[in-house]
């Protein structure tokens, strides 16, 4: 798929992964709405990529659809689904405080899992009924965002990696399940990234992940998952599969 002249939505679009990819795509000429809940954030990228933002809990069916309806009016019918929208958070199954705090771990999975899901099956009504863009038969394409958490969890991940697991896990079934649509799925399961997510760490832990990676040496950028994502929309065959990028790392326990 070309991307140029196409409606694109980004969720997460207000910083890190999600705003890097909302520039690529409107640099390439798709027209971007960002969901996310930093109205900030979200309006100053909006404003840099000549888009539209709204503010939306990814797991809300109410705002995601509202979400998806403002810029169905504003854009047309979205072909492409970036999914960033996440949260992180470290907690062992038994710790000092006792066991693992429930709300803490469904709040970590309703985002991440439930919240992607929530956005694709929204998302994949419409274009399922649009006009097919290609001689394959294309309607459109939907990118997910997993973690290498989902096959390498470190201690105290066990609600990250089982969303972004889950992530994983449903890829195929929902490429399959759309395939008849003509909508491709796919997952891109990113190592360490700098993001907003890493700006918390200190520089001795930089160090250690920045170690910690094969090659090269050093934690991705945002603007590499982009590239990653923009060629996923432009390959039509690329369907049902999860791709790391991570640079061959492959975590340790901590």
Do not use: W
């Not at 909006?46 to 539209?52: L, P």
């Not at 965002?145 to 929902?174: N, R």
């Not at 991705?220 to 432009?234: K, P, Q, S, V």
């Amino acid at each position: 798929m070309d991307v140029s002249g196409h409606a694109a939505i980004v969720t997460g679009g207000a910083s890190g992964l999600g705003a890097a990819t909302a520039r690529l795509l409107a640099k390439r000429g798709a027209k971007v709405a960002l969901l996310d809940l930093n109205e900030e954030k979200g309006n100053a990228v909006a404003k840099e990529i000549g888009g539209v933002f709204f503010k939306a809990e990814i797991s809300n069916e109410a705002q995601v659809q509202a979400a998806l309806d403002g810029a169905k009016e504003k854009h047309g019918v979205a072909r492409i689904l970036i999914n960033c929208a996440g949260i992180g958070g470290a907690a062992r199954t038994v710790g000092r405080d006792g066991a693992y705090p429930l709300d803490k771990y469904v709040r970590i999975i309703t985002v991440n899992l439930i919240g992607t899901f929530n956005a694709t099956r929204l998302f994949a009504v419409d274009v399922s009924n649009a006009e097919p863009l290609n001689e394959d038969g294309e309607r459109g394409v939907v990118v997910m965002t997993a973690s290498v958490a989902a096959y390498e969890g470190q201690i105290g991940q066990v609600a990250y990696s089982a969303s972004k697991g889950g992530i994983v896990a449903m890829t195929l079934p929902i490429a399959r399940d759309l395939s008849a649509r003509g909508v491709r799925v796919n997952t891109i399961a990113p190592g360490v990234i700098l993001t907003p997510l890493a700006d918390g760490l200190s520089e001795e832990a930089l160090n250690a992940l920045n170690a910690s990676v094969p090659f090269p040496k050093r934690m991705g950028h945002d603007t590499e998952y982009a590239d990653l994502a923009l060629h996923i929309c432009e390959n039509t065959y690329l369907n049902g599969e999860t791709i790391r990028l991570d640079g061959a790392l492959r975590m340790a326990p901590r």
